[in-house]
């Protein structure tokens, strides 16, 4: 419908339903994985689907960019549709039918308190709080090094700094394979090791010539998908109540770092330059890792207890 729209407020209003829809796959994707998947291999499977997100985000990009050039937009929004209908009629078709399927009583006393319930659980409080830091740092770098590479002395072309986002590749490999390892390893060490590699390619963006800011790029990419996929499935493993809940409270936290820090890291970008921007992004992650940290001592101290 985008493709054949006639104004810009028809634009605006279907692009608002589209994101209204989106928002929902997020949550109820990690609660069908944490619900449908033996514990000891949603890590794993996580980092598929968050894999599966950045070559998607990538592709979508490509395909779209590429047949605007040639023909239109309208063109390129219209195939870009067609082919989230095929995909939508494949999976209808072939994804296997629950095996786990609990009864859940509805309505808005309901909600309200599964709501609470996820809010009350505080070692979910501290995920949420590394998904609101790692999104919004990520958000924040690659809004603002567009800035600083278009402008002297890189003066980059928008199609070279377009090419940017082929660093989703690394965060391709890296949830996937930081997915399994938190499945062999622990969330909390995976996390905090992802979290490192994360400070260090930010870190290394500061470096004056370009290849440091791509290779910094690269890593930095690396680290926070990886976190991503590891903090995404450690809220499953930490919440034995309803699942959907607590993953729709994380990707809400998610995102709202995106909207927050996403938007701060201007500020930051205008008063001290590029260097203000990664002081406000290694603050955040190193506040990630106290968090985890005191996060991964408090499961094992329940642990120990236990047994």
Request: net charge positive; charged share 10%.
């Amino acid at each position: 419908m985008l493709g054949f729209s006639g104004s810009f407020e028809a634009i605006l209003g279907m692009r608002l339903i589209q994101g209204l829809l989106l928002a929902a796959f997020p949550s109820l994707i990690i609660a069908y994985i944490n619900e449908e998947f033996e514990p000891f291999n949603v890590g794993t499977v996580i980092g598929i689907y968050i894999s599966g997100t950045t070559v998607g985000g990538l592709f979508g990009r490509l395909v779209v960019s590429a047949i605007t050039d040639f023909v239109s937009w309208r063109m390129g929004l219209i195939v870009i549709g067609i082919l989230y209908l095929a995909v939508g009629i494949a999976f209808f078709m072939l994804l296997p039918k629950p095996k786990y399927q609990r009864q859940r009583q509805s309505g808005g006393l309901q909600l309200i308190k599964t709501f609470h319930t996820a809010l009350a659980n505080k070692k979910l409080l501290w995920i949420y709080l590394v998904a609101f830091l790692i999104m919004g740092s990520f958000v924040a770098v690659f809004n603002f090094i567009s800035y600083v590479l278009l402008a002297p002395p890189y003066s980059l072309s928008q199609t070279v700094v377009g090419l940017l986002f082929v660093v989703y590749l690394f965060g391709t490999f890296s949830s996937t394979y930081m997915g399994r390892l938190s499945d062999q390893h622990g969330n909390g060490r995976v996390l905090i090791l992802g979290l490192l590699i994360m400070l260090t390619g930010g870190l290394l963006t500061l470096l004056q010539p370009l290849v440091f800011k791509f290779i910094g790029l690269a890593i930095f990419t690396f680290g926070m998908l990886g976190s991503h996929s590891v903090a995404c499935g450690w809220v499953g493993k930490l919440n034995q109540g309803d699942k959907a809940q607590s993953s729709s409270m994380y990707m809400f936290f998610y995102y709202a770092g995106a909207s927050s820090l996403g938007t701060l890291g201007g500020v930051f970008l205008e008063s001290y330059g590029w260097s203000g921007v990664i002081g406000m992004v290694a603050a955040a992650v190193i506040i990630c890792l106290l968090v985890v940290v005191r996060l991964e001592l408090a499961v094992r101290q329940h642990l120990l207890w236990h047994h």
